[in-house]
Every structure is written in C-alpha cells, then in structure tokens.
C-alpha cells in the first residue's frame, strides 16, 4: 500500500443476494482512497455503490479480492443516521466510551466535534428529537471524533432541504480540509459531490469502469453512459469522417451538422458519440469564433432562478446549455428566438458509439 493510502483495493469481487437473476456482483479491480483526498462514487441505482461502501467498511466480506486498510477503523455515516436514545453530546462519546477514553477526553473530543459541524447549541438535547439535518451533523461529528483512517459517507445530503444541503456542503468541506482525512462518498447530487471531490470513480452494473482525477472524469468520460452521469449531457451520435485541413476530426453528426474534435488519437471505429457538456455550448456567439457551428432556435428554457437551462434546435437535434438567469442572454432569451452556437474543437469529447445505437 502506498505510503498516502489509507484504504487499498485490490481485484474486489463482493456478491449479494442468492446466485441467478436476483443476485448482484460487485466487480473493482483497484482503488485507492489517500489521505487529504475526497472520491466521489457515482453511479446509477443498482449500480453497487454501498455495496462499496460497506464492504471498505468491514461490514461485508468479499468472495475473493483484499481490501487493506491503515490503522484506525473506516467510519461508515449512514445514508439513514443511526441515532442511540440520549442526549446528541452522549452519541458522540459513545464511540468513544467503547474505546475506553475518559470521561474528561470524551467531553472534550465531543464537543469539539459536535462545534465542527455546528450543533454544538444541541449538545444535550434529546438525538432522537431532533431534526433529519441535526441528526446528520450529529452523525458525522460523532464519525469525526473517532479520528478514522478514512470516512465513508453514504448519500450525506439525501432528504435535506436546498439550504441544509448547501451548509452541511460547506461545513463538510471546511471540516475535511483540516482533517486530512481520506474520503469516498456516495450521492445523487452531483453538483455537491463534484464541490467537494478530487476524484471520481463510476461504477455501472457493479463494475468499475472508470476513475481518476475530478476534471480528467468530467471531461473525458469512457463511454457514453459514463458522460451522462458526470453531466455530459450532449451526446451527439455521428460518423467520423477523418482530419480536417486544421487538424480536428471532422464529425458528420446523424442530424446532418458537422462538429470538429481536437482529440490527440482516433476513436476506435467509425461510428462515434460526440460529447459536450452543456457549459461549453456557447450560445449568441461572435461570427469570429473559430468553434461556430451554426443557428439553431430556443425550443425549451427551465430557470431555478439561479440558472437558466435553454434546449436549443439545431441540424435536427437538440442542445442543451446553461445560462445565468436575471442577466444577460439569461435574462432575455424567449422560445423561438434564434441564437448563433460555438462549440470550440478541444471541447467535443469522441466516444466509441454504443452497439445499440442506430447508424
């Protein structure tokens, strides 16, 4: 293991339920999670992600496979918290007690804990009367005051309102930088994992099949189901035509458009996904871009007053983008209208097309 590593994986095989068609299988050839380093697990429903969880957690044993972990037990918070009848101070020395601490220690390491993630005020409230978000930071204060090897967190923000979910995110964040802790968590809100991981791993019908660094994954998903899960949500089925005078791949996409990739390698085959993520369709573009593409019309706009989303019609297919609403184009923009697009070269991302996908 290496020297920063504070959980290893090496050829995991994790199997659930009876063998036959109600079983599941967890398949990771390896990963690691390294102190001061934060991997955000992302995947469909199904997908075996607390299947991991678990499993690093001690609470499942693999079929074959070894995960090796450093001294000092992984904390595993629930995407349920499992709150003990008491006051919230008593389930943050709980785990403490068990380990033979004084009571001066514990009183201490609690408080300070339950001061971190800032229910401090509810130190001797009754836990089980508190609210889903006070459970939560109770949960992770008491994971906290363990001093773990590492901190596995299972859907942190799951049933929380917008602002709860905004606060534990930047409370979380603040308590991991001064931790050094290393961390893997499981969540459907990928705009908060992606705030706070450096990593990503994509698990799929419970294989591994892809991880790396945060904007590595982003931009240059594995395939087209990948993309989709990391946001990539313009994914455009063409055929590759070859290099073009500039040097680009040329892409001559299924609704009659044409698209340029400055990919480094050919995509293997000749059917192919372009991908784009909707922050790098340009739209209202200067006519001097060198990635215009062409018109298209504003046939959908969705604002959650932060954000506008407009779907825009183009050569037979639809691009999604976002916009910052209440100023700019953001503001302005009306279905119908008609907007010039940009999509520049090193931001079209050329995936194998799947076998499935109409030619």
Do not use: Y
Not at 109 to 138: I, K, N, P, W, Y
Not at 203 to 226: H, I, K, S, T
């Amino acid at each position: 293991m290496s020297d920063a590593a504070a959980i290893r994986v090496r050829d995991l095989v994790v199997a659930r339920g009876h063998a036959g068609a109600r079983g599941f299988v967890l398949r990771v050839p390896s990963l690691e999670l390294s102190g001061g380093t934060v991997l955000a697990v992302l995947g469909h429903n199904g997908a075996g992600k607390s299947t991991l969880l678990e499993t690093l957690a001690g609470l499942l044993t693999p079929q074959s496979g070894s995960v090796e972990a450093r001294v000092g037990a992984p904390a595993l918070v629930f995407q349920r918290p499992l709150l003990l009848r008491g006051s919230a101070r008593w389930n943050v020395e709980v785990a403490l007690w068990v380990r033979g601490e004084s009571r001066a220690a514990r009183r201490a390491r609690a408080d300070a804990a339950l001061a971190r993630f800032g229910v401090a005020a509810l130190a001797s409230q009754e836990a089980t009367t508190l609210s889903g978000g006070e459970m939560r930071r109770v949960a992770l204060a008491r994971a906290f005051a363990t001093e773990p090897s590492a901190l596995l967190l299972d859907e942190p923000f799951d049933d929380l309102d917008a602002t709860a979910r905004e606060r534990l995110v930047v409370d979380l964040r603040a308590a991991l930088v001064d931790s050094h802790l290393a961390v893997a968590l499981v969540t459907h809100e990928l705009r908060h994992a992606l705030a706070l991981a450096d990593r990503i791993a994509v698990l799929a019908r419970g294989v591994l099949v892809q991880q790396g660094r945060r904007d590595d994954v982003l931009r240059r998903p594995v395939d087209p189901q990948v993309a989709g899960l990391v946001g990539m949500t313009n994914l455009l089925p063409g055929e590759l035509v070859g290099r073009s005078p500039i040097g680009c791949w040329e892409v001559a996409l299924a609704g009659g458009g044409r698209l340029f990739a400055d990919a480094a390698e050919r995509p293997p085959g000749r059917r192919i996904v372009a991908g784009v993520r909707p922050e790098h369709v340009k739209v209202d573009a200067d006519g001097d871009d060198r990635g215009l593409v062409g018109s298209g019309r504003v046939v959908e706009l969705l604002s959650d007053g932060a954000l506008v989303t407009a779907w825009i019609e183009w050569e037979r297919l639809r691009l999604r983008t976002h916009l910052l609403a209440g100023r700019g184009l953001g503001h302005e923009l009306k279905i119908g209208d008609t907007v010039r697009i940009a999509i520049r070269p090193e931001d079209v991302h050329l995936m194998p097309a799947p076998i499935d996908t109409p030619p």
